[in-house]
């Protein structure tokens, strides 16, 4: 078992930062591709961006591209989410998923890619 837990949601206005944190428990974290996901009220859960178990590959969905940036320290078993230039649509909660995988570079981007899930936290946007 992995256990996942995020940090760091919270409200800001548009144009606003805010860096989302994962701590990860349970299992060796650099088995495992780290992924974020959100989902809005009335949507469903979409990708936001992945990061492979070394670090050295990331995959971003097109909407989030050159604004949000992962990176991992699997030292302190933690992702970071930097999210900068925020705007309204960001808003939605957000998860946190770990992945297993045998590759150091392959990411990972779909729900059922995922094998272990955060509860979430929630980003705010206001215009």
């Known amino acids: 078992q992995v256990q996942l837990v995020e940090s760091g949601g919270g409200l800001v206005q548009a144009g606003g930062s805010l860096r989302l944190s994962c701590a990860a428990s349970?299992?060796?974290?650099?088995?495992?591709?780290m992924g974020w996901f959100r989902q809005a009220p009335g949507k469903e859960r979409e990708f936001v961006a992945a990061i492979s178990r070394s670090g050295g590959s990331t995959y971003y969905a097109d909407s989030v591209k050159g604004r949000f940036t992962l990176s991992r320290a699997n030292a302190a078993n933690t992702v970071y989410l930097q999210m900068n230039s925020l705007k309204p649509e960001d808003t939605a909660i957000y998860y946190c998923?770990?992945?297993?995988?045998?590759?150091?570079?392959?990411?990972?981007?779909?729900?059922?890619?995922?094998?272990?899930w955060g509860q979430g936290t929630q980003v705010t946007v206001s215009s």
């Open positions: 349970g299992r060796t974290f650099s088995d495992y591709v």
């Open positions: 998923a770990a992945g297993l995988s045998t590759s150091l570079f392959r990411v990972l981007t779909g729900t059922k890619d995922y094998e272990y």
